[in-house]
């Protein structure tokens, strides 16, 4: 059973001395459990969290400890009622080919019903973060302008499509021009920046010619700041990730700014809600019933971006962290 662990807490951008290789003993299930074989894992920011010593909203991975992370995979062996071999599950089964769960940890995937890789992306956890922060914290109207960073994303791809279906404008801002022109095109966003581009701020602005109602934060840093500047009054922010900075290992240089925002705040009577997707799970059946439906009339599409063996995650995780993927992230352990 192939799999990797955290050797050590990593400073900066993970590498693979913080997270190697290692092969180790097939696991076998206890009575009450199944033994999994893993086809996709899912690749999330969160991740770089739990590789952190840092106090956070959830506890991180220890060093030896096998990486954290959901899959989807199929049963190969069932000591548990209701659960059978060929069985399809989503679990949370980490950064291995092979694990054993209990059955707090899974869920049953009907293939027929859509792309088992989905239960990990639209359908799942990125797809719910997107639902609940726009809709319970956003609260979208028609004709407001929505702007949402890390846009062709697993969580932002989805988030913009959302506000387009509750009549917003969405504008996108994403770090490479080809992302740019697929949410535009395939998700029908209405307009999108590249926040790598010198005119960044100029775009941003022709782009929200009647300022900005509502940002779903993503990344923080540059993009945060340009937003901040054009924020209309009462405007909504769902703060939902901050990856620019998961990898700070010190303050950022320069002036104090919180101030200056904090006014802006005051001024703007804006209202700026950090959240994490499992605080919303009453919410969950609506989104099932939502999303469900968007997905078989086709108002909603997805990206994936799919690599191949275990040998690559720490490649395709630093990639995630650089912007290298196009589209929910995912890592295709076994063959399906
Ligand atoms: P994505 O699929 O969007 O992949 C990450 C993307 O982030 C990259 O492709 C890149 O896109 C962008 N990025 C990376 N580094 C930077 C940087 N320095 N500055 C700006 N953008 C950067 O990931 P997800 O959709 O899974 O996650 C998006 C965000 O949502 C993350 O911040 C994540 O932590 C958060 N999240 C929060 C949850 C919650 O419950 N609060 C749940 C799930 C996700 P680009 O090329 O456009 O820069």
Not at 36 to 57: E, F, N
Request: aromatic share 8%.
């Amino acid at each position: 059973n192939r799999h990797i662990i955290l050797a050590q807490h990593p400073v900066g951008m993970p590498t693979s001395d913080d997270l190697p290789l290692r092969q180790g003993e097939m696991p076998s299930p206890g009575e009450g459990e199944v033994l999994i074989r893993t086809i996709y894992l899912s690749l999330d920011p969160y991740m770089r969290g739990r590789m952190s010593p840092a106090k956070s909203y959830a506890a991180g991975v220890q060093p030896g400890e096998v990486m954290q992370g959901a899959t989807v995979g199929q049963v190969i062996e069932s000591r548990l009622d209701g659960y059978d071999v060929g069985d399809y599950v989503l679990a949370f089964g980490g950064w291995q080919e092979y694990s054993v769960q209990g059955k707090d940890m899974l869920r049953k995937l009907d293939p027929k019903q859509a792309p088992i890789s989905t239960a990990v992306g639209v359908l799942g956890m990125p797809g719910f973060t997107a639902y609940a922060g726009l809709l319970e914290i956003g609260q979208p109207e028609e004709g407001e302008t929505v702007v949402v960073s890390a846009a062709s994303g697993a969580v932002g791809q989805v988030v913009g499509q959302i506000a387009k279906l509750k009549g917003c404008r969405v504008v996108g801002v994403a770090g490479a021009a080809d992302k740019c022109q697929h949410v535009v095109q395939a998700y029908g966003f209405d307009a999108c920046v590249n926040y790598k581009d010198d005119d960044f701020e100029a775009q941003l602005e022709a782009a929200c010619p009647d300022g900005i109602d509502i940002y779903f934060e993503n990344v923080g840093g540059k993009v945060f700041e340009a937003v901040m500047k054009r924020v209309n009054d009462f405007a909504r922010i769902p703060l939902c990730g901050r990856i620019a900075h998961y990898n700070d290992t010190e303050a950022p240089a320069g002036p104090d700014q919180l101030p200056a925002f904090l006014t802006k705040l005051l001024v703007k009577r804006v209202l700026i809600k950090g959240f994490i997707q499992f605080d919303y799970a009453y919410l969950m059946k609506d989104f099932v019933r939502d999303m469900g439906s968007w997905m078989q009339q086709g108002k909603i599409r997805y990206q994936e971006d799919i690599v191949d063996g275990l040998e690559n995650t720490v490649d395709a995780f630093q990639g995630l962290l650089q912007g290298r993927n196009r589209g929910k992230l995912l890592v295709r352990v076994s063959e399906d």
